[in-house]
């Protein structure tokens, strides 16, 4: 009889510990709740500019785009476009995608005179990372990859031979495919505007690109491998996705290089049905 009673006031006092924790967390998270609103009570609310619907990049800005939102001033970005000021944007590009009810900056509107100099973190979509790949030269394409481009990140690494264990071979693969590129060096993507050419002069060694957080992940083991990053740039309205790229080795090339030549001949230099 001891034996049954021993379990169930273990789960009894259990039972209780839990409604007890649950309990004290609602209790500290509505303390919380109302020390936040007795903070924010007496702040000065101010009105901004939002997109009233999602902008994509690229894309010119219609009055029905945008909306009003009131939030405290003393979190508003010193970038943020006013009411007063909204209809200096209207028919201008964004740089990067807005989403609904975001606040919309200078910082994003392309060719704009009144950027702020405002952080990297500043253009960050919501729920993306910025992480700085070490590419420069050849590898970004002579140096002509900019903020704002769209490109694929590729990688040259030393795999163990799939024939031979006890061996290493090199072989290419398609990290991440359709990526923003947020900044070269120091120009950062808010500096689009300017002329391709004036940019295009600057040297860097490094590009920051945009990714998800599973995404920084693997580009940062990606560079711990020791291997060679590459980028190569996209035709800025090309959304597409290759999928099942192959990895590239040598024996890779012996044995596609014929149809990769024929496929080229074919479908890319006379646009025929391949």
Same mark, same amino acid.
């Given at each position: 009889?001891?034996?049954?009673?021993?379990?169930?006031?273990? =789960?009894?006092? #259990?039972?209780?510990?839990?409604?007890?924790? #649950?309990?004290?967390?609602?209790?500290?998270?509505?303390?919380?709740?109302?020390?936040?609103?007795?903070?924010?009570? @007496?702040?000065?609310?101010?009105?901004?500019?939002?997109?009233?619907? %999602?902008?994509?990049? &690229?894309?010119? $800005?219609?009055?029905?785009?945008?909306?009003? %939102?009131?939030?405290?001033?003393?979190?508003?970005?010193?970038?943020?476009? /006013?009411?007063? %000021?909204?209809?200096?944007? =209207? #028919?201008?590009?964004?740089?990067?995608?807005? @989403?609904?009810?975001?606040? $919309?900056?200078?910082?994003? =509107?392309?060719?704009?005179?009144?950027?702020?100099?405002?952080?990297?973190? *500043?253009? =960050?979509?919501?729920?993306?990372?910025? $992480?700085?790949? +070490? $590419?420069?030269?050849?590898?970004?394409?002579? !140096?002509?990859?900019? +903020?704002?481009?769209?490109?694929?990140?590729?990688?040259?690494? *030393?795999? +163990?031979?799939?024939?031979? +264990?006890?061996?290493?071979?090199?072989?290419?693969?398609?990290?991440?495919? %359709?990526?923003?590129?947020?900044? /070269?060096? &120091?120009?950062?993507?808010?500096?689009?505007?300017?002329?391709?050419?004036?940019? #295009?002069?600057? !040297?860097?060694? /490094?590009?920051?690109?945009?990714?998800?957080?599973?995404?920084?992940?693997?580009?940062?083991?990606?560079?711990?491998?020791? @291997?060679?990053?590459?980028?190569?740039?996209?035709? *800025?309205?090309?959304?597409?996705?290759?999928?099942?790229?192959?990895?590239?080795?040598?024996?890779?090339?012996?044995? *596609?290089?014929?149809?990769?030549? &024929?496929?080229?001949?074919?479908?890319?230099?006379?646009?025929?049905?391949?």
């Amino acid at each position: 009889m001891k034996e049954k009673i021993i379990p169930i006031t273990a =789960i009894v006092i #259990g039972l209780i510990a839990f409604l007890l924790t #649950g309990q004290y967390l609602r209790s500290q998270r509505d303390a919380l709740e109302k020390e936040r609103q007795k903070l924010y009570a @007496g702040a000065k609310r101010i009105d901004i500019v939002v997109a009233s619907s %999602d902008i994509p990049s &690229q894309t010119a $800005i219609r009055k029905e785009d945008l909306g009003l %939102d009131s939030v405290i001033e003393s979190t508003v970005p010193p970038d943020v476009v /006013t009411p007063e %000021d909204a209809q200096q944007i =209207i #028919g201008k590009k964004v740089i990067f995608a807005v @989403g609904r009810t975001r606040a $919309i900056m200078w910082g994003n =509107i392309e060719g704009s005179d009144r950027a702020a100099e405002t952080s990297l973190a *500043s253009i =960050i979509s919501k729920n993306m990372r910025a $992480i700085s790949l +070490p $590419i420069s030269g050849a590898a970004t394409v002579s !140096s002509m990859v900019q +903020p704002n481009d769209r490109v694929d990140v590729l990688g040259t690494f *030393s795999f +163990p031979s799939k024939k031979k +264990p006890n061996e290493m071979e090199n072989a290419t693969i398609t990290v991440l495919q %359709d990526v923003t590129v947020l900044a /070269t060096g &120091q120009t950062m993507a808010k500096q689009a505007g300017k002329r391709r050419s004036q940019l #295009g002069n600057a !040297s860097y060694n /490094t590009v920051t690109v945009e990714v998800t957080p599973k995404e920084a992940e693997l580009l940062v083991f990606a560079q711990q491998m020791k @291997g060679s990053l590459y980028l190569s740039l996209r035709n *800025s309205t090309d959304v597409s996705f290759e999928k099942e790229l192959p990895e590239i080795n040598f024996e890779h090339i012996e044995k *596609s290089l014929p149809e990769m030549n &024929q496929y080229r001949q074919k479908v890319i230099r006379h646009r025929t049905t391949y």
